[in-house]
């Protein structure tokens, strides 16, 4: 085996999980089974090489300078990949160049802009199981945050479960003991593609505690609020380990470990944020037609995650809730202060992930003059802040903010704006800034003129006109003289090289002039480069005051997006209180409003825990109960996110949780029918609601038959309407108008439909909600509204006539329906045939073969 490739299989030996980018030249390769994942993954054409081994073995590569696109695509994947680069100049001498492991790119410990979206974090999560509890330990490496937690009880894997979907992780490493663990709380894919890996290292207690006093700067664990955390603790120190192994780096901009709780906050659970597409749609899965698509007017990357967070964590105390609204409120009635806050805050780039760009060796120039550029106008913004803050949220911003102008002068001072992107090009400071550098500069400079000078004097000696004085890296200065002009050269020439139509000559001046030009430029890049390291180290000594500024900006530019909206949509300050009453005047659909081309019909809504504490809602389809009931379920959360709200006026009383089942679908990965999905929703919020809650129930007990399905539903509102059992405001939309009976025996429930007009056949939904019961759903409009043929519309009228005046589940009412049909068939062998399947013990090859077992059957029926 070459020594090259002795080197390569040190080096993978020391990473056999990951993918090894390893550096020749201008490329990284990769050999072996490397080589052929890469190549299917990365549609890279294979070739080999040899390397002493009895076969070629196989290889492709990638060009350095484009590394980050096809790391994002493996990343994507969920590969790891470990980069090895060259340490030692190939130039340098002879012998193999040493190389080494510089970081290994993760799924979740990603810094590169390139490969983050902008307007959400990028979670790495550490999971650990022991004392009945599970340590969570959340970590997002391009900003610098640290938190810990825990989650206890019987409920815990569905807790974890549900916390995993709304942090959206790009990995996850989980101990042992808990990854073995894994087919209970991880999410499907459907919700949560996301690669989770084992681990064994860095977990044990007494460790991790070492290893994050270090880090952290904490005098003892045992002593700090993290002392009741154990699993959290060992869940720390097991990410902090495996960032340490894979970042090679000292990490110091993650200076900081926080408590990861949700006191003070309104809990939503994963089904909540789903059905009311707070971040992306449920369809289609993007931003546009989600809350935060509406509320997002920020105007810089980390506002718009600040404002993402608030949606997903509202706030769940009063106090805190009142001081957003009283920022919100005074942003919002000063157009040209929000408008010149705004402006100034457009010039700052991602100050948040600045600081981990300055930890990476990666950091450039450019990054130096993005940061500088970033905190130019922070006196402006601060000096326009403080002249007019009253609230007393946006006085404690202006307080304490840092304008960081010893950064900026420092920076301002020293890069040059046109600085390359790669350091080791030079050109990196401004001239003036130090005295060597523009003496070897000048040295340098002075050379190259000296180089022209030299070569019109030869041209003019020689006679040859087209003599030309050229560079390259392997022979450094040369003389070109083309094959014609052969006769007319000196012989003082000394000849270098011989090409097809020139020869190439070196002369004792210009071998001096060379080493004097290119010492000078050598020693000015890494002059440079000492000098750019020292800018580096100063400005991660100033990291804690970028990110504390940095936050601090982040909820300026949320607030301001808030007041935006607000002035733009006409919304109006909620009034938070601590009773019981919720009262709602003219209350709108904020993304329906804002995605319809004709004006929103408002409704009202008046509920407390007397009179009104249930409302049953009937109907029929495409009337718009379920807008309504998410209607109400978004302006309680916007209240409690600190936002003005789509209503004429709108009282609105602290909630501990907000609830939601509207509808449900097979979860096939799990085996579980669309009736399991929705009684194990149901049965999730029955055991976690508290009177504080609001609960949004929409068509409990349909993925069942007739009478269970009223049945479930029936006993399902008595328990949440009940104070002795639950007493939550409830809006509970259902097609089982036998719950209408319900307001007369049932104290706090009180019945509630859409209104509709109707023309002749025709319908006309008014979309408003009022007092009062519907007994019809106007089924057969809606379908004639959808198009279906008007002789299916007739028969089923027929049929919808005969089914109101007999019993649904009476077998005599399908012998009826039965007959009816012309020609008769006789269906009894098919209906016992369907009867005797067990569907929920059938593979999925099985229930296609037993269809086309029916589908023959039904063939056989018809022809006799």
Same mark, same amino acid.
């Given at each position: 085996?070459?020594?090259?490739?002795?080197?390569? !299989?040190?080096?993978?030996?020391?990473?056999?999980?990951?993918?090894?980018?390893?550096?020749?030249?201008?490329?990284?390769?990769?050999?072996?089974?490397?080589?052929?994942?890469?190549?299917?993954?990365?549609?890279?054409?294979?070739?080999?090489?040899?390397?002493?081994?009895?076969?070629?073995?196989?290889?492709?590569?990638?060009?350095?300078?484009?590394?980050?696109?096809?790391?994002?695509?493996?990343?994507?994947?969920?590969?790891?990949?470990?980069?090895?680069?060259?340490?030692?100049?190939?130039?340098?001498?002879?012998?193999?160049?040493?190389?080494?492991?510089?970081?290994?790119?993760?799924?979740?410990?990603?810094?590169?802009?390139? !490969?983050?979206?902008?307007?959400?974090?990028?979670?790495?999560?550490?999971?650990?199981?022991?004392?009945?509890?599970?340590?969570?330990?959340?970590? #997002?490496?391009?900003?610098?945050?640290?938190?810990?937690?825990?989650?206890?009880?019987?409920?815990?894997?569905?807790?974890?479960?549900?916390?995993?979907?709304?942090?959206?992780?790009?990995?996850?490493?989980?101990?042992?003991?808990?990854?073995?663990?894994?087919?209970?709380?991880?999410?499907?894919?459907?919700?949560?593609?996301?690669?989770?890996?084992?681990?064994?290292?860095?977990?044990?207690?007494?460790?991790?505690?070492?290893?994050?006093?270090?880090?952290?700067?904490?005098?003892?664990?045992?002593?700090?609020?993290?002392?009741?955390?154990?699993?959290?603790?060992?869940?720390?120190?097991?990410?902090?380990?495996?960032?340490v192994e894979t970042q090679k780096n000292a990490l110091t901009h993650i200076n900081e470990l926080s408590l990861y709780k949700q006191d003070g906050q309104m809990m939503l659970d994963e089904a909540t944020r789903r059905n009311l597409e707070l971040v992306e749609t449920m369809r289609s899965?993007?931003?546009?037609?989600?809350?935060?698509?509406?509320? #997002?007017?920020?105007?810089?990357?980390?506002?718009?995650?600040? @404002?993402?967070?608030?949606?997903?964590?509202?706030?769940?105390?009063?106090?805190?809730?009142?001081?957003?609204?009283?920022?919100?409120?005074?942003?919002?009635?000063?157009?040209?202060?929000?408008?010149?806050?705004?402006?100034?805050?457009?010039?700052?780039?991602?100050?948040?992930?600045?600081?981990?760009?300055?930890?990476?060796?990666?950091?450039?120039?450019? #990054?130096?003059?993005?940061?500088?550029?970033?905190?130019?106008?922070?006196?402006?913004?601060?000096?326009?802040?403080?002249?007019?803050?009253?609230?007393?949220?946006?006085?404690?911003?202006?307080?304490?903010?840092?304008?960081?102008?010893?950064?900026?002068?420092?920076?301002?001072?020293?890069?040059?704006?046109?600085?390359?992107?790669?350091?080791?090009?030079?050109?990196i400071f401004k001239e003036g800034y130090n005295a060597q550098l523009d003496q070897l500069r000048a040295l340098a400079g002075g050379g190259k003129d000296w180089l022209a000078h030299y070569e019109q004097q030869e041209r003019e000696a020689t006679g040859i006109k087209s003599l030309r004085?050229?560079?390259?890296?392997?022979?450094?200065?040369?003389?070109?003289?083309?094959?014609?002009?052969?006769?007319?050269?000196?012989?003082?020439?000394?000849?270098?090289?011989?090409?097809?139509?020139?020869?190439?000559?070196?002369?004792?001046?210009?071998?001096?002039?060379?080493?004097?030009?290119?010492?000078?430029?050598?020693?000015?890049?890494?002059?440079?480069?000492?000098?750019?390291?020292?800018?580096?180290?100063?400005?991660?000594?100033?990291?804690?005051?970028?990110?504390?500024?940095?936050?601090?900006?982040?909820?300026?530019?949320?607030?301001?997006?808030?007041?935006?909206?607000?002035?733009?949509?006409?919304?109006?300050?909620?009034?938070?209180?601590?009773?019981?009453?919720?009262?709602?005047?003219?209350?709108?659909?904020?993304?329906?409003?804002?995605?319809?081309?004709?004006?929103?019909?408002?409704?009202?809504?008046?509920?407390?825990?007397?009179?009104?504490?249930?409302?049953?809602?009937?109907?029929?389809?495409?009337?718009?109960?379920?807008?309504?009931?998410?209607?109400?379920?978004?302006?309680?959360?916007?209240?409690?996110?600190?936002?003005?709200?789509?209503?004429?006026?709108?009282?609105?009383?602290?909630?501990?949780?907000?609830?939601?089942?509207?509808?449900?679908?097979?979860?096939?990965?799990?085996?579980?029918?669309?009736?399991?999905?929705?009684?194990?929703?149901?049965?999730?919020?029955?055991?976690?609601?508290?009177?504080?809650?609001?609960?949004?129930?929409?068509?409990?007990?349909?993925?069942?038959?007739?009478?269970?399905?009223?049945?479930?539903?029936?006993?399902?509102?008595?328990?949440?309407?009940?104070?002795?059992?639950?007493?939550?405001?409830?809006?509970?939309?259902?097609?089982?108008?036998?719950?209408?009976?319900?307001? !007369?025996?049932?104290?706090?429930?009180?019945?509630?439909?859409?209104?509709?007009?109707?023309?002749?056949?025709?319908?006309?939904?008014?979309?408003?909600?009022?007092?009062?019961?519907?007994?019809?759903?106007?089924?057969?409009?809606?379908?004639?509204?959808?198009?279906?043929?008007?002789?299916?519309?007739?028969?089923?009228?027929?049929?919808?006539?005969?089914?109101?005046?007999?019993?649904?589940?009476?077998?005599?009412?399908?012998?009826?329906?039965?007959?009816?049909?012309?020609?008769?068939?006789?269906?009894?062998?098919?209906?016992?045939?369907?009867?005797?399947?067990?569907?929920?013990?059938?593979?999925?090859?099985?229930?296609?073969?037993?269809?086309?077992?029916?589908?023959?059957? @039904?063939?056989?029926?018809?022809?006799?």
């Amino acid at each position: 085996m070459t020594p090259m490739m002795k080197q390569y !299989m040190d080096i993978k030996r020391q990473n056999p999980d990951c993918l090894l980018f390893y550096r020749l030249g201008d490329f990284y390769e990769m050999f072996f089974e490397d080589a052929i994942t890469a190549s299917r993954e990365l549609d890279l054409t294979l070739t080999g090489r040899d390397c002493g081994m009895d076969k070629r073995a196989e290889m492709c590569g990638v060009p350095f300078h484009a590394v980050e696109t096809y790391l994002s695509r493996l990343l994507a994947k969920g590969f790891k990949v470990a980069v090895c680069e060259q340490l030692t100049d190939p130039s340098a001498g002879k012998g193999i160049v040493d190389r080494g492991v510089v970081r290994i790119f993760t799924p979740g410990t990603v810094v590169e802009d390139q !490969m983050l979206e902008s307007g959400r974090n990028h979670y790495l999560v550490g999971l650990d199981y022991r004392y009945n509890a599970v340590g969570l330990a959340v970590v #997002d490496v391009s900003t610098g945050e640290f938190r810990i937690g825990e989650i206890a009880g019987e409920r815990w894997a569905g807790l974890l479960r549900d916390r995993l979907c709304r942090l959206q992780p790009a990995e996850i490493i989980a101990h042992t003991n808990i990854y073995e663990k894994r087919n209970l709380w991880q999410p499907p894919p459907e919700r949560l593609d996301v690669p989770v890996y084992e681990c064994a290292l860095g977990f044990d207690y007494a460790d991790a505690s070492i290893r994050l006093e270090f880090h952290f700067h904490i005098r003892s664990i045992a002593q700090s609020q993290f002392s009741s955390l154990h699993a959290g603790v060992c869940a720390a120190g097991g990410v902090l380990l495996y960032l340490v192994e894979t970042q090679k780096n000292a990490l110091t901009h993650i200076n900081e470990l926080s408590l990861y709780k949700q006191d003070g906050q309104m809990m939503l659970d994963e089904a909540t944020r789903r059905n009311l597409e707070l971040v992306e749609t449920m369809r289609s899965r993007e931003k546009r037609g989600s809350l935060l698509w509406l509320l #997002d007017k920020t105007v810089t990357p980390m506002g718009g995650r600040m @404002l993402r967070r608030w949606l997903e964590q509202p706030l769940g105390d009063k106090e805190a809730i009142d001081h957003r609204l009283e920022a919100v409120t005074q942003l919002h009635s000063d157009v040209m202060w929000r408008d010149e806050m705004r402006e100034l805050l457009r010039n700052v780039h991602d100050l948040e992930r600045m600081p981990s760009r300055i930890e990476y060796p990666t950091f450039n120039g450019r #990054d130096a003059l993005l940061l500088c550029e970033s905190i130019s106008n922070l006196p402006l913004l601060m000096d326009a802040l403080s002249q007019k803050a009253q609230a007393l949220c946006l006085q404690d911003i202006a307080q304490q903010m840092d304008d960081l102008q010893d950064l900026r002068r420092l920076l301002h001072d020293a890069i040059s704006p046109t600085t390359p992107a790669n350091t080791r090009d030079g050109g990196i400071f401004k001239e003036g800034y130090n005295a060597q550098l523009d003496q070897l500069r000048a040295l340098a400079g002075g050379g190259k003129d000296w180089l022209a000078h030299y070569e019109q004097q030869e041209r003019e000696a020689t006679g040859i006109k087209s003599l030309r004085v050229r560079y390259n890296r392997v022979f450094g200065y040369y003389i070109d003289v083309t094959n014609t002009n052969q006769h007319l050269v000196p012989d003082r020439y000394v000849r270098r090289q011989t090409l097809a139509n020139s020869e190439r000559y070196t002369t004792m001046e210009l071998k001096e002039a060379e080493d004097r030009i290119l010492s000078a430029e050598a020693d000015s890049i890494d002059l440079e480069n000492q000098l750019f390291q020292d800018i580096r180290q100063q400005c991660r000594q100033e990291v804690p005051r970028i990110q504390r500024t940095a936050r601090l900006l982040a909820q300026l530019d949320a607030l301001l997006s808030l007041a935006v909206v607000a002035a733009e949509r006409k919304y109006t300050c909620p009034q938070m209180h601590t009773g019981d009453k919720m009262y709602i005047v003219e209350g709108r659909h904020p993304v329906v409003e804002a995605m319809i081309d004709r004006p929103f019909v408002p409704n009202d809504i008046y509920m407390d825990d007397a009179e009104n504490r249930c409302m049953i809602m009937t109907g029929p389809n495409m009337a718009g109960k379920s807008t309504y009931l998410r209607q109400v379920a978004l302006i309680a959360l916007m209240a409690h996110c600190g936002s003005f709200v789509p209503a004429q006026t709108a009282e609105i009383p602290i909630l501990d949780r907000i609830f939601t089942r509207v509808g449900a679908s097979d979860d096939l990965s799990s085996g579980q029918s669309t009736f399991m999905v929705e009684m194990n929703e149901v049965a999730a919020i029955l055991s976690a609601a508290t009177r504080k809650s609001l609960l949004i129930l929409d068509e409990v007990g349909r993925g069942t038959s007739t009478y269970d399905g009223l049945s479930i539903a029936w006993a399902v509102v008595e328990h949440v309407s009940d104070p002795e059992t639950l007493g939550a405001k409830t809006l509970f939309a259902t097609h089982y108008h036998e719950l209408t009976e319900l307001e !007369m025996h049932m104290p706090g429930v009180l019945n509630f439909h859409v209104a509709v007009h109707e023309e002749g056949r025709d319908v006309i939904f008014m979309h408003k909600i009022v007092r009062g019961c519907t007994d019809r759903s106007f089924g057969i409009h809606v379908a004639r509204m959808a198009g279906l043929p008007e002789d299916i519309l007739e028969r089923a009228e027929e049929i919808l006539k005969k089914l109101e005046a007999t019993d649904l589940d009476n077998p005599q009412t399908w012998e009826w329906r039965l007959s009816q049909r012309q020609p008769q068939i006789q269906y009894v062998k098919l209906i016992d045939k369907l009867r005797q399947l067990d569907m929920t013990q059938l593979s999925p090859i099985q229930a296609i073969n037993s269809l086309y077992e029916l589908q023959l059957m @039904l063939a056989d029926e018809e022809k006799t």
